[in-house]
């Protein structure tokens, strides 16, 4: 086999030294020179590596080449097809509704971002005062202004996206909303990036409380990356919180090679049992559903290219726990809501509603869940205190 030292690169092609381009990639020789090369090397021994070797390549081609048109189409989709959500063609990119609590919070949101809102949910949950919240595909801003007041001015929000124009008019309404919510100093800011790489925008391991994320999951071509920047950037004890839109199906890849079916949310829509396994594979075995509402494709052309595939909007929050089970165990454990933010009650999930001042059992993982051991914990554990036999002393 020969080395690859032996290839020999040819000059650089004249009139192109002054770009931008390294000359190493200018003077690269096509892939078949290569092969002329390696063939003149090969005995018949290497046949067999050979076909890997282009197997490989050409897989790397592939799949780099799909995951950058899924990007630019998304890209395109968000920063010049759409003007405002009055041009999408279905409901599943704006199915949000937004829990009471929340909707005044709305008035305070200036109209240029308000129209430019694409989510499919409200994944905002309670408790975030003092906390670092991460906004994945923050669009036009609407989620991380709400967040911005729900941390409050020691919090800090940071939202990120890939598409300029969407970015530009979050950018550009920072200080209106600064001025209005009364803060001296900027508690948001909004990094232009992918989710599938956090770190190159700065994002250390371990350093948010909670990542939303609003309609977002679904447009990239790689989840698996996603979940586990996610899952690098949080502390312990910290959730992801996100609204995404989710099918009953494993969806062909034909439809997500559509921009417009896969714009509006529906062609790299989550199958959840694939979500369930990556999320897995992180370490969270048990997420928690919060809402769930069926979408309605009324737009003709894209019920007939989906057929009889069902979407739904879901909000999930799934927390960064070392020792989750993957079924509700009883361990004997109980949790009691102190009242700490509604007087009334809290909703942990939809099947954990506590009432303030009242012990429910709990399982362990609910248990582990709002636990107050747990080592950077947020605030859960002033609304709720867990006890029982494996947790000793009622805390
Ligand atoms: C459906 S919109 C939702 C925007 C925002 N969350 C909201 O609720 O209005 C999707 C947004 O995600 C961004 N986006 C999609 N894929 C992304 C990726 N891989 N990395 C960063 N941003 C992405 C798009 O640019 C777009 O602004």
Redesign the pocket.
Known sequence: MPPFSDISLSPAKSGQQGSNTSARELSAPPFWQYCIVYASHMSTYDLPFTCLLYRVFVGLETMSNGESNV?EN??EY??SKLQTNADLKTTA?CA?SIPKKLRALLKDIHENVLE?????GSPLPEGLEGCTVL??????G??SFVASRLVGAHGTVIG????EE?LAVARAHVDWHMERYGYDKANVTFRH????DLASMGIADASVDVCV????LN???DKAQ?LREIFRVLKPGGELYFSDVFCDRRLPGTLREDQEVLGE?LGGALYIEDVRRLLAELGCKDYRIMEQTEIQITDEAIAAKVGLARFFSLTLRCFKLPELEDRCEDFGQFATYLGTLDPVSFELDQGHQFEAGRARAVCGNTAAMVSAGIDGMRVLKSILSAWGRWQGERE
């Not at 994320?213 to 977002?216: D, E, K, L, Q």
């Open positions: 990007k998304v890209r968000y920063g990119c949000a430019k809102f694409y989510g499919c906004d994945l595909g923050s669009g036009s609407r989620d990120v996206d890939m598409t969407q990036g992918v989710i599938e994320s609003n309609c977002v447009l990239s071509p996603v949310c």
